[in-house]
């Protein structure tokens, strides 16, 4: 073997463990304040490539259904047809384009977004993949935290009032961010 061939570390996969992962949102509400949420089952896998993080690549999926913002109301109409229409688009989904490496910590990675039936590519900052570390069941998992913003009527996502006072009820910006943990497969 060859030396080249003894140092070379395999591309590892990752499986997204739902049980502890979560994606969250934060919208402006009535000009005045945020309106937060989450979706809590998260899909998808992770190739890390290990010689060099760049060449990784990530997918994952979200199951609308779970959506959750602490008000039923709220979350029945964020999934009827004036928004996320969750039973003609039951899934968000994300496929990793490009990583590129932002100092020594941080990750930026480019990929295609899809909410309500609509592709945009997105970039996401990204805090991790932490240190392989084995759990008790003797699993080992790594970690990671991304975010980024979008605009919600690229997704056609363009349900709107405006406000007795001016403006609209809600504003166009959304910040996501991803809490993931990952099992080696």
Same mark, same amino acid.
């Given at each position: /073997?060859? $030396?080249? /061939?003894?140092?070379? =570390?395999?591309?590892?996969?990752?499986?997204? *463990?739902?049980?502890?992962?979560?994606?969250?949102?934060?919208?402006?509400?009535? /000009?005045?304040?945020?309106?937060?949420?989450?979706?809590?089952?998260?899909?998808?896998?992770?190739?890390?490539?290990?010689?060099?993080? !760049?060449?990784?690549?990530?997918?994952?999926?979200?199951?609308?259904?779970?959506?959750?913002?602490?008000?039923?109301? +709220?979350?029945?109409?964020?999934?009827?047809?004036?928004?996320?229409?969750?039973?003609?688009? $039951?899934?968000?989904?994300?496929?990793?384009?490009?990583?590129? +490496? +932002?100092?020594?910590?941080?990750?930026?990675?480019?990929?295609?977004?899809?909410?309500?039936?609509?592709?945009?590519?997105?970039?996401? *900052? =990204?805090?991790?993949?932490?240190?392989? /570390?084995?759990? $008790?069941?003797?699993?080992?998992? =790594?970690?990671?935290?991304?975010? !980024?913003?979008?605009?919600?009527?690229?997704?056609?996502?363009?349900?709107?009032?405006?406000?007795?006072?001016?403006?609209?009820?809600?504003?166009?910006?959304?910040?996501?961010?991803?809490?993931?943990?990952?099992?080696?497969?």
């Amino acid at each position: /073997m060859s $030396p080249a /061939m003894s140092t070379k =570390v395999a591309t590892t996969t990752w499986n997204i *463990d739902p049980a502890h992962s979560a994606a969250h949102f934060k919208v402006r509400h009535m /000009m005045i304040s945020n309106v937060k949420g989450e979706l809590t089952h998260i899909s998808g896998k992770l190739e890390l490539d290990g010689a060099d993080i !760049t060449k990784s690549r990530v997918e994952a999926s979200v199951d609308v259904a779970t959506i959750n913002t602490r008000e039923p109301q +709220r979350d029945a109409h964020l999934k009827s047809a004036d928004f996320l229409e969750v039973e003609k688009f $039951p899934t968000l989904s994300f496929r990793s384009t490009g990583v590129s +490496r +932002r100092g020594d910590v941080e990750l930026v990675v480019e990929g295609e977004l899809t909410i309500h039936g609509v592709t945009r590519t997105v970039v996401f *900052d =990204v805090e991790g993949p932490s240190a392989p /570390m084995k759990d $008790p069941w003797g699993n080992t998992r =790594v970690g990671l935290s991304a975010t !980024t913003q979008i605009n919600r009527k690229d997704f056609a996502l363009t349900w709107n009032s405006a406000l007795e006072t001016g403006g609209l009820l809600l504003g166009e910006d959304v910040a996501i961010t991803l809490d993931v943990e990952f099992l080696k497969e």
